[in-house]
């Protein structure tokens, strides 16, 4: 059973534009979330963490996180194609041992 | 700061051949590290984790094996390759903020 579901599968927006992820767990013990980038052909890179309930905000990217409903969101806003890449959303519970990913939003960012 | 390497970068290999792929940390004392592995288009799906030399715990079983025969390096292995085990595996340490860091990967493929 997938522990961390992710929408869209897929996302195109145009360059300058505002593209929004959506990342949930179905594991009411998990308590810490991340968000990666992952371009084609490398290994993912850690974009943001959040723990709280809240929003961070970071440069161009925005997380929320609703912790009663186990739910976070990445916002990016004056999308480059440089953004173009698979985002994963990754959680985990106390135990570090175990972190899970979501199958990933494919994002597009068309010139 | 702390360096991950992976080795090698990419292996083709028969089906029924051995397999042996390795992950070396620097700059981090005792850290925890974990085995990915992803296959074409798929989910990263955690095989393996470790927080200490000789101690090696399996998350999914997929007919591979690990060990951790030093502080810093982690190995992956199998005596027999299958099809399914083509893909992109990844070592990740656990750094701050619990926060999973990966190395560049190991693409293989099985033919």
Known sequence: QQKVQQSPESL???EGGMASLNCTSSDRNVDYFWWYRQHSGKSPKMLMSIFSNGEKEEG???VHLNKASLHTSLHIRDSQPSDSALYL????????NRIFFGDGTQLVVKP | AQTIHQW?????????????LGCTIKGKSSPNLYWYWQATGGTLQQLFYSI?????????Q???????PKDDQFILSTEKLLLSHSGFYLCAWLGVAET????????LTVL
Not at chain 2, 52 to 60: D, I, K, L, P, R
Not at chain 2, 62 to 68: D, F, I, K, Q, V
């Open chain 1, 60 to 62: 161009r990217f925005t």
């Open chain 2, 52 to 60: 200490t030399v000789g101690q090696v715990e399996s998350v999914v």
């Open chain 1, 12 to 14: 195109i927006v145009p």
């Open chain 1, 89 to 96: 959303c990754a959680a985990s519970g106390n135990n570090n």
């Open chain 2, 100 to 107: 999973l860091y990966f190395g560049s990967g190991t693409r």
């Open chain 2, 62 to 68: 997929l007919n591979l094996s690990a060990s951790r």
């Open chain 2, 8 to 20: 090698p970068v990419a292996e083709i290999k028969a089906v029924g051949s051995p397999l042996s």
